[in-house]
């Protein structure tokens, strides 16, 4: 079993910036993959980023490319999703999720592991 709990959610101005947290216990977090997600109202949940067991490689969905940075610290069992020039459309409950993979997939069904979710509200 993995545990993970999200933090730094909250509101923001449009322009404005985040930083999530993702905090990791039970079992050894650098044999998974991690990803953040997001989910608006009345959307389907959707990929945001992803980074490799090692921080090596990352993936980041277009609409974020440029603006989001993920990263992971393997000592602190804790990764990151640091979030600039946030727009309106980013608002979203964001879930952070484990994979048992070396690279972490962009299809949500691929997750083990998911977080309860925090929620990001960007005023225009």
């Known amino acids: 079993q993995v545990q993970l709990v999200e933090s730094g959610g909250g509101l923001v101005q449009a322009g404005g910036s985040l930083r999530l947290s993702c905090a990791a216990s039970g079992r050894t977090f650098s044999s998974y993959a991690m990803g953040w997600f997001r989910q608006a109202p009345g959307k389907e949940r959707e990929f945001v980023a992803s980074?490799?067991?090692?921080?090596?490689?990352?993936y980041y969905a277009d609409s974020v490319k440029g603006r989001f940075t993920i990263s992971r610290d393997n000592v602190k069992n804790t990764v990151y999703l640091q979030m600039n020039t946030l727009k309106p459309e980013d608002t979203a409950v964001y879930y952070c999720?484990?994979?048992?993979?070396?690279?972490?997939?962009?299809?949500?069904?691929?997750?083990?592991?998911w977080g309860q979710g925090t929620q990001v509200t960007v005023s225009s």
């Open positions: 999720a484990a994979d048992y993979a070396i690279v972490g997939s962009l299809n949500s069904h691929e997750y083990d592991y």
């Open positions: 980074i490799s067991r090692s921080g090596g490689r990352t």
